[in-house]
């Protein structure tokens, strides 16, 4: 059973902040993305990365940055918080050709800044 | 325009009716097909893929239709508990492997 673990389920931190949050997986997966959720406006992906020390932008990577030292691992900076970063954020990670690359989410982080 | 759309919905419908949702992709590219199900508050679970012969899942069924560039869910026998958020995601080749996401269709199965 693939799993998808995030470092925490709820986080809240004050503008300016600098905020990590961690994504980590258990099937051996290349590939592995970062996403924010908000009413209305669905999944939309921050960044991805489909190699060790690779990354690459999503639709929406002004305000944050990435991290990927190990192949389990996949790190998300805010590196200053702000108020609009509010949101639901989910990690996920694929890496079976063979099912099309399906993609394994984790449970999220409720990322509240005040 | 959106690259993969879906009808928000949300379609009401009472126990043991059947619902369709159709999602629509504008990229030729797109190379793999999904169903995932969202319940509130909840992360995505992948519900099945979608092949091009067609495939079901016991009430589930998926259907691709690479021509009009569509693909369909058909649940039968609603239960109060597929009451969910479905979403559409098709995967477009770039280089990589980048999934794309339709914003979700909202179903309520009402007894």
């Known amino acids: 059973d693939v799993k998808v673990t995030q470092s925490s389920r709820y986080l809240v931190k004050r503008t300016g902040e600098k905020v990590f949050l961690e994504c980590v997986q258990d099937?051996?997966?290349?590939?592995m993305f970062w996403y924010r959720q908000d009413p209305g406006l669905g999944l939309r992906l921050i960044y991805f990365?489909?190699?060790?020390?690779?990354?690459e932008k999503g639709d929406i990577p002004e305000g944050y940055s990435v991290s990927r030292e190990k192949k389990e691992r996949f790190s998300l900076i805010l590196e200053s918080a702000s108020t609009n970063q509010t949101s639901m954020y989910l990690c996920?990670?694929?890496?079976?050709?063979?099912?099309?690359?399906?993609?394994?989410f984790g449970p999220g982080t409720r990322l509240t800044v005040t | 325009r959106k690259e993969v759309e879906q009808d928000p919905g949300p379609f009401n419908v009472p126990e043991g009716a059947t619902v369709a949702f159709n999602c629509t992709y504008s990229?030729?590219?797109?190379?793999?097909f999904f169903w995932y199900r969202q319940d509130c508050r909840k992360e995505p679970k992948l519900l099945m893929s979608?092949?091009?012969s067609g495939n079901e899942d016991g009430r589930f069924t998926a259907q691709l239709n690479r021509a009009s560039q569509y693909i369909s869910l058909l649940i039968r026998d609603s239960k109060l508990s597929d009451s969910a958020t479905y979403l559409c995601?098709?995967?477009?080749?770039?280089?990589?492997?980048?999934?794309?996401f339709g914003r979700g269709t909202s179903l309520i199965v009402h007894p």
């Open positions: 990229n030729s590219a797109s190379q793999s």
């Open positions: 979608v092949y091009s």
């Open positions: 990365s489909y190699d060790v020390k690779m990354k």
């Open positions: 995601v098709v995967n477009i080749w770039g280089g990589s492997y980048i999934p794309t």
């Open positions: 996920a990670s694929s890496g079976d050709r063979d099912r099309g690359y399906e993609q394994y």
């Open positions: 099937m051996d997966h290349e590939n």
